[in-house]
């Protein structure tokens, strides 16, 4: 999409989720969102509803724009036995240095979302399902015995509380040798028996 085509509502909502990325949910107003936009408080309203709505809309955004950098050409696996490839570069695309603010406020909306389910509904539904769906996807390719036995929901938790850990305490080489542990316990390395 060009600056041109570009629609008031659209760039007010690129803007509020650089804004959230940069600052987080907690204490960031509406009228801090509509300076981060370059709006009024009341331009944001009219446009989103509330406050709440407009964060919601953002954070859906972001999660859209984290989905599409781990199902990027190069992330999904076409053909066995690429499947631990496939895990260590989904790792390597979330735990990038600058895409640690994004995941900051992924797990900052996480814990709001638990706390507020009604106001996240969405959100909450569409960070579990849709990516363990997807990870469900791609055990089909190669190792369709792995989509059948929760081992997708193991993995999303897992790389989930790898990348929390290496947010928390920036050890990488310590999170990434329990990413390699993971992959050799669910057999990720190896290819499917014939």
Do not use: C
Request: aromatic share 6%.
């Amino acid at each position: 999409m060009t600056a041109e085509t570009e629609t008031t509502r659209e760039r007010i909502l690129r803007a509020v989720v650089d804004q959230l990325v940069h600052s987080g949910l907690a204490g960031t107003g509406i009228r801090e969102l509509a300076a981060a936009a370059g709006v009024s408080h009341r331009t944001l309203l009219y446009h989103f509803g509330t406050r709440d709505a407009l964060v919601l809309e953002a954070l859906q955004v972001l999660r859209d724009r984290q989905f599409m950098i781990v199902t990027d050409a190069h992330s999904v696996p076409t053909a066995r036995p690429a499947l631990s490839d496939a895990v260590r570069d989904v790792w390597k695309n979330i735990s990038a240095d600058e895409s640690s603010d994004w995941f900051k406020l992924f797990f900052e909306a996480y814990v709001a979302s638990l706390r507020q389910p009604e106001a996240y509904s969405e959100f909450l539904d569409g960070v579990v399902h849709r990516w363990v769906a997807l990870i469900e996807h791609l055990f089909e390719v190669d190792r369709p015995e792995l989509a059948e036995d929760d081992s997708a929901t193991l993995l999303l938790a897992t790389l989930r509380g790898l990348h929390l850990d290496l947010l928390a305490t920036g050890d990488r080489g310590r999170v990434e040798r329990a990413l390699e542990t993971l992959i050799r316990r669910l057999g990720l390395s190896e290819p499917a028996g014939d």
